[in-house]
């Protein structure tokens, strides 16, 4: 292995470029975030759409649980006890 590098006339570290760890993590950060984003958007054709009607989904869902929590005991307010 060591002879193949002499043919080249300068050592493996000369190749590389020296890059300092916060830059690679900014960079490794940088591709993890464009990744999750081609993901989420995958098989979409219109991605605000989508997130419009997700956000309908979630309002209507907060609306119901808000009104049973109001309606309470008013659907039913008798008890039955058993004794």
């Known amino acids: 292995m060591g002879i193949c590098n002499s043919c080249f006339g300068s050592s493996s570290t000369d190749l ?3 890059v300092s760890a916060t ?4 960079k490794q950060l940088a591709a993890a975030e464009k ?3 081609e993901n989420a958007s995958r098989g979409i054709g219109n991605q605000a759409k989508v997130q419009q009607w997700q956000k309908h989904q979630e309002n209507l869902e907060k609306q119901e649980k808000a009104a049973a929590a109001a309606a309470g005991d008013r659907d039913n307010p008798l008890k039955w006890q058993v004794n």
């Open 16 to 18: 590389t470029d020296e």
């Open 23 to 26: 830059e690679m993590r900014a």
């Open 35 to 37: 990744r999750a984003q």
